[in-house]
């Protein structure tokens, strides 16, 4: 199946600093979704962009859904200790079927050093 | 509180021996999913299920098996385990998959041992 490519697949930065990650795909979405991933746990939602544009914000993290509605980014202000994980973008085409098929991105790994 | 359940959370099994992992949603959603998640690999998605006695095949779906009898539950059954499908499994869920505003809820993962 189709995966969306997302980058970069590591990073491993100090407490305090921001953090950017993004997707990409060839092929246009209707719907971008974050997911962060703990150790040993599921995949949770961390924010839901449905317009070409928006720009999101739940606490320290920021997302936006690209213009050209083929990528979308995840920022994180001022990162803690807690931030670490697997972020997963995960986006759903236009008439994707009937189904709410989402397509993964294949994530990051969060790395913050107090 | 809403939540997905999964159980059990570790498994180990020996090879063809029949096993089931149940899933459970008390969110009244109509579409559930099993997705397994291997390194390098991110989350394929092996059976879906758009609501009861609705089921189809994702991307992985050899070796697997699904029923959905009633709503709230969505059991994903391996009727002869292989050692590769060790992996971590998750059930998700969501409200409709007519709803494009309806986002999956992931449950907490199975890790299935299979030797």
């Known amino acids: 199946g189709q995966q969306l490519n997302q980058s970069p697949q590591s990073m491993f930065i100090q407490e305090g600093e921001d953090v950017s990650m993004n997707c990409t795909s060839s092929?246009?979405?209707?719907?971008w979704l974050w997911y962060k991933q703990d150790p040993g746990e599921g995949p949770v939602l961390l924010i839901a962009?449905?317009?070409?544009?928006e720009l999101t914000s739940n606490g320290r993290l920021t997302a936006q859904f690209g213009i050209t509605r083929k990528d979308s980014f995840l920022n994180i202000s001022a990162s803690i200790p807690s931030d670490v994980g697997i972020y997963f973008c995960?986006?759903?085409?236009?008439?994707?079927?009937?189904?709410?098929?989402?397509?993964f991105g294949t994530g990051t790994l969060l790395a913050v050093q107090p | 509180e809403a939540q997905v359940t999964q159980n059990p959370r570790y498994l180990i099994t020996v090879t063809g021996k029949k096993l089931t992992v149940t899933c459970s949603q008390n969110?009244?959603?109509?579409?559930m999913s099993w997705y397994r998640q291997d390194p390098g690999l991110g989350l394929r998605q092996i059976y879906y299920?758009?609501?009861?006695?609705?089921?189809d095949k994702g991307d992985v779906p050899e070796g697997y098996k699904v029923s959905r009898k009633e709503k709230r539950n969505f059991p994903l059954i391996l009727e002869s385990p292989s050692p590769n499908q060790t992996s971590l499994y998750f059930c998700?869920?969501?409200?409709?998959?007519?709803?494009?505003?309806?986002?999956?809820?992931f449950g907490n993962g199975t890790r299935l041992t299979v030797t």
């Open positions: 998700a869920s969501s409200l409709g998959w007519r709803d494009r505003g309806s986002p999956l809820h």
């Open positions: 092929s246009i979405f209707n719907t």
């Open positions: 962009l449905y317009k070409a544009g």
């Open positions: 995960a986006g759903q085409r236009p008439g994707g079927g009937a189904t709410n098929k989402l397509i």
């Open positions: 969110m009244n959603h109509e579409y």
């Open positions: 299920s758009m609501n009861v006695e609705v089921t």
